[in-house]
């Protein structure tokens, strides 16, 4: 990496005589390549160091032209290490689940699920369908699960039986206390109610 | 020239001048001096004392009881022994900053362990211990619990080195422990065994905090602890303790002033919400609050009640929505201070500046410092918001996708008695959003119409011109952090030759090569520390530093896979204590 050892001791203005690849004018300078192609100086992770105009002097052909994914700097952004690890999303290591009971008409057993496993609705449905091996069709506010054989329900801390779908899902995951696979012909009492 | 220096220095103007007298001190005994200079608390003005005359230099080291050591490095356990005769609190520094991202090797320094042996023999009578960055190990804290009676303050902000074997040496012999504060030190595996070990009949605590601590505590024995502890006013527990159990330590300590919850995710029942919505209700002394995990716009509610006589509201790790926040900020008419997720977006920013016109900091965080799209967070819209509301405003901390010119102008312009400003476009080297243009007008007008300026960090792309504004203008600068940006050698040169009251610098991933560096010889002697990562500079060049200026540690990391030309990481301090001996072999002292 000839051009990388000459910019540190001289002024060569580098840009000039670089071969690459692409339209020229383009300067990509916010294009972090991934230091397999610094091998020199960097250590895997760490980025690019660029030349005396703050300009990239030596490019990756593949990043001339797309949108390349780009590499991670070490220690940029500056935002401490304990604050990052505690945003990740908890899914999986929650100390205790959302369980609930799902109980279907007509099935002879009933099946718990952990609420805290899905991300939306949409998760939670197709979950559902597959465990009990039916379908359960588009969710619309003002008709319910309009021409499915079956609609979800649950019960939630008053006691009342809702539709699932018609508040936010924080708000469901926080107030369903367990579920019900109805009958659609029984759920369309529900669907219209707003 | 007066011919007796030291008695013109030691009495008042205004005290008759005996001519002749050929003792001064029986004028103004050294007693009277120490009990002047005892109440000197700051230890700048100490130190000034100390350069008066030797008789004053004898006085106050004499007389100083809180310790300040900005860099651990800087001078040796044994200098400070033989000078200062009656330390009670030591305050004491490690690392440099750029350590909190992962920069340095695992096992650079800053060990605790042979400043405590020096303390232990030295100031029996210790009775507080601040530590920031410094590993601490288990050794070290039993050595600290076993060898001060007095001992009443240990404050460990991001240390590491122990386990739950060190702080149960703590709360085992420590029987007069007030404080336990070991915030944002996160060490793997510490285990929770050490709450428990505090003998049933302690009582004196009253500052807990053990919130980045991922353990599990017994609920049973904190609880039993904050309901013995009467004097207890900052809690703060950590993510494993849940809202029901939140509840019940309220109700033992309705006296705190600063809380931090953990976490606000739980399936209550509509009982247990009222009875943690009274609990925060009756606790009407609170004026810091942090924690939140997880809290959604459920829950937050059970808040409102505490939240008038909120000054500072940390809400870094509560992943909010704008909606969330606005409603919440309606209740804290009284927020000097506020650190939000730039999940709340701009919108949220706008709910700041029009609920909060007492905000003096504010500091947002990304939820997702490595979501490469750039597609949410905050603007420069949001920071115009508050600025716009909040004209109070004295520190930022701003990390955005997208920046201009125009806005930056336009804030310093609302709010122009910045003292701390840190600003952080996460994408390195991004031009203004607008126009494409470098940042460097952005933070020339943060130079210029912030003459209180003491912190600065610049981002975005920069030339060398912003580092002329700020070599022109920023003359209360003392710390300047800068990172991929800059076009030459004199972009450094201009900060090293117009900032007179620079201490810190921190660079990394810029164009400054050896001519830089060199440039700021007889500077480096007056700041506390210099670092330089991924600029230009050679082994060749740090040696000749090291070689002229012999009361600098000039010390170079190197990297995996570099060559023995390039200066891949470099921090240069000050230090009368010579090179250090505990250097790891990837360190090297020129």
């Known amino acids: 990496m000839e051009g990388m050892i000459m910019a540190h001791e001289s002024d060569l203005n580098l840009k000039a005589t670089e071969l690459r690849l692409g339209l020229p004018g383009t300067d990509e300078c916010e294009e972090m390549v991934s230091a397999a192609k610094n091998n020199k100086r960097a250590s895997p992770e760490s980025v690019e160091e660029c030349g005396s105009k703050g300009t990239c002097a030596a490019k990756s052909s593949e990043h001339e032209t797309a949108p390349a994914p780009k590499a991670q700097i070490v220690g940029w952004p500056p935002v401490r290490s304990y604050r990052k690890n505690n945003l990740q999303p908890k899914k999986t290591e929650s100390e205790s689940g959302i369980y609930v009971k799902v109980s279907m008409d007509g099935a002879p057993y009933l099946r718990k699920i952990d609420l805290k496993v899905y991300n939306g609705y949409p998760e939670l449905l197709k979950a559902l369908e597959t465990m009990f091996k039916l379908t359960i069709g588009e969710y619309s506010e003002r008709e319910g699960y309009k021409g499915s054989e079956y609609a979800p329900a649950y019960e939630d801390k008053d006691g009342d039986l809702m539709l699932v779908g018609d508040v936010p899902w924080d708000m469901f995951m926080s107030s369903c206390k367990r579920l019900r696979i109805m009958k659609g012909s029984e759920a369309r009492g529900l669907g219209g109610a707003l | 020239m007066n011919p007796d220096p030291k008695k013109s220095k030691v009495l008042p103007s205004n005290l008759p001048n005996s001519n002749g007298s050929s003792h001064p001190h029986s004028l103004f005994p050294d007693e009277v001096l120490e009990k002047v200079l005892s109440l000197i608390d700051s230890h700048k003005d100490r130190n000034s004392v100390s350069l008066v005359c030797k008789d004053w230099y004898n006085a106050e080291r004499w007389t100083r009881s809180n310790l300040f050591i900005g860099n651990c490095y800087s001078v040796s356990p044994e200098i400070v022994a033989r000078r200062f005769a009656k330390i009670k609190s030591v305050r004491l520094k490690g690392k440099p900053r750029f350590s909190d991202f992962n920069m340095l090797p695992r096992d650079w320094g800053a060990n605790v362990h042979s400043w405590l042996v020096m303390f232990a023999k030295a100031y029996p009578f210790l009775e507080e211990l601040r530590l920031k960055r410094m590993t601490v190990s288990d050794e070290s804290m039993e050595l600290l619990a076993k060898s001060f009676p007095q001992f009443r303050a240990l404050s460990l902000s991001s240390c590491d080195g122990f386990t739950d074997d060190g702080l149960k040496a703590i709360t085992t012999h420590c029987g007069n422990l007030t404080e336990l504060d070991i915030q944002d030190s996160v060490t793997v595996d510490v285990g929770g065994g050490w709450l428990s070990c505090f003998p049933e009949n302690f009582s004196s605590l009253e500052i807990l905090n053990f919130s980045s601590l991922n353990s599990e505590v017994s609920f049973e024995a904190l609880e039993k602890l904050v309901s013995r502890c009467r004097s207890l006013r900052v809690l703060k527990v950590n993510e494993n303790i849940t809202l029901d159990q939140l509840q019940r330590l309220l109700v033992h300590a309705p006296l705190l002033t600063e809380l931090s919850t953990g976490s606000f995710l739980q399936e209550l029942t509509p009982r247990q919400y009222e009875d943690i919505e009274s609990a925060f209700g009756n606790s009407k002394n609170l004026q810091v609050l942090s ?300």
């Open chain 2, 291 to 590: 924690g939140l995990w997880d809290a959604t716009s459920f829950y937050l509610p059970v808040l409102y009640g505490a939240c008038s006589g909120l000054t500072f509201l940390n809400l870094s790790d509560a992943v909010l929505q704008s909606g969330e926040l606005a409603k919440l900020l309606a209740h804290c008419p009284n927020l000097r201070r506020l650190w939000v997720i730039d999940t709340v977006e701009d919108k949220g920013l706008e709910a700041v500046g029009s609920s909060c016109p007492l905000l003096e900091e504010l500091r947002v965080f990304p939820v997702d410092p490595y979501d490469l799209d750039h597609r949410h967070g905050v603007t420069e819209m949001g920071f115009l918001a508050v600025s716009r509301g909040c004209r109070k405003l004295r520190y930022v901390l701003y990390f955005c996708r997208r920046m201009t010119n125009a806005a930056v102008v336009t804030i310093v312009q609302n709010c122009p008695d910045f003292t701390h400003f840190r600003l952080c476009i996460m994408n390195p080297r991004q031009p203004d959003f607008l126009t494409n243009e470098p940042m460097d007008e952005a933070f020339g007008a943060v130079a210029k119409n912030c003459t209180k300026l003491r912190r600065l960090s610049v981002s975005g792309l920069l030339t060398d011109t912003t580092f002329e504004y700020i070599g022109k203008y920023a003359k209360n600068l003392e710390t300047l952090s800068v990172a991929f940006a800059g076009s030459s050698d004199r972009g450094m040169q201009c900060v090293l030759e117009g900032c007179p009251k620079l201490r810190k610098l921190e660079i990394r991933d810029c164009p400054f090569g050896n001519a830089a560096l060199l440039s700021g010889l007889k500077k480096y002697e007056m700041m506390r520390s210099l670092w330089m990562s991924a600029c230009n500079l050679t082994m060749k060049g740090c040696r000749l530093l090291a070689r002229e200026m012999p009361r600098l540690n000039v010390e170079v990391i190197k990297d995996d896979g570099s060559d023995e030309i390039q200066a891949d990481k470099v921090y240069v301090y000050r230090s009368v204590a010579g090179p250090r001996q505990d250097a790891p072999s990837v360190v090297l002292t020129l």
